[in-house]
Each structure stands twice: as C-alpha cells, then as structure tokens.
C-alpha cells in the first residue's frame, strides 16, 4: 500500500507503507500531511515546518521524539538540528559535525550512505564515535532509527531520527512513521531552498540592473552635446 506525499507546486513524493491495515492509521497519516503541507504553502519558515514534522511524528507514535539533520547542499556537513521535543543544546553540538560514517552516527551514516540505520542500544554500540553516543545518552536517547531524506533528483539532503528513551528495536508502525515524516520534510526542505533560490536570482538581477543604470548615466553624462 502506499501514500502520496503530494507538496506545494509540482512536487509529489510517493511513500510506501509495510503494512496498513487500520483505517484509523491510514487517516492520521492524511491528516498530519494536510497541515504540514499547510504550513509550507502558506511560507512558514523552515524552521517552522520542520519542527511540525517532529511534533508530528511524535503525536503518530506516543513516546518518542524526532528530530530533522539538514545537511549543507554539499552534504558533507549538517547545517542545523531542528526538533520540537528536543533542547537546543542538542542541535548545538550537531551544527557543522561532519557527515561521514561514524561521527553523527546513525544520522550521519544515514546521510552518507543513503539508507536507513538503526541502533538498539547506544550504550553498548560502538559502530560510532564515542562523543556522539555520550551526546545522546545525555540527552535521553538509548536507541535510535535514521532515515534517509531525500530530494527530488534522489540526493540525500537530511536524515530523520526517531529516538527512543530505552534500549529496543524500532516497530513497523515506527518505520512507516519515519518514511511519512521524511517525506514530509522533503517537500519542506526543497520548498525552502527553491523559494531562496529564486530569491538570490531576483537580488542577482537587481544588483546587476542598478550597475547598469549606474553605467548608463555615467557614459551619458560624458557625452558633448556641443
């Protein structure tokens, strides 16, 4: 089964479910998109919409927190943390962390590789840097699951944690969440960067303009009419 993920303009992004059943599921899903999807249509910040997608993912599976790592275009460092659950003290460490296989983790090698990753205990797995795993057992996260988010030309632009307060594996309901959130934050993500785009072009365009009345008057005044 699958649901379609369908942003603002032309973007659509097609999520697929490991198995939905419950109707009851299948018209929370609906509903959270409808107001993500809101938000973005109406220019809330990144900022804004991101942390929407965290609270969202929250309110479709009690008890656990989200979080978004935005990637630099580059994708070789993490730009900012966003979460509505988390303080920002963790976002703090994470800003500039470079993304490789092992020093943000399962959120970095997410990134890196392009596919999910999940860690049970964060106490005991030692796949990743010490300082990262400390960071989020200070922070209340014994276990994680990251997903990949990607753009519409199939680039990984962020990953989307899920944490969880004990030591366990992630669930089928959990694993349809985070596919539904980082799709979700897809759309958010390439909106943002379209929108500021657009923006640098028309401020480009401007600059350029006034050099060339600037030139324009310049050469004019020189002229001897007489």
Known sequence: RSIWVTGVQT????????DITDRKHTDQLLREQKEILSLIANGAPL?????AVTESASRLSPGLRACVLLANPQARYFEDCYSAQLPSSFAAAIRRQPINDSDVGTCGQAVFRGEAVACESMATDARWAQSWRWHCLEHGIQACHSEPV??????????LMLCFEEPRRINAWERDVAKFASAVASVAIEHE??????????ARFHRLAAIWRSEERRVGKGVDLG
């Open 11 to 18: 973007c659509a992004l097609p999520i697929y479910f490991h």
């Open 47 to 51: 900022e804004r919409c991101l942390s």
């Open 150 to 159: 990607r753009g519409r030309s199939g680039q990984t632009i962020a990953s």
């Open 193 to 202: 960067r379209r929108d500021r785009a657009l923006r640098e072009g028309e």
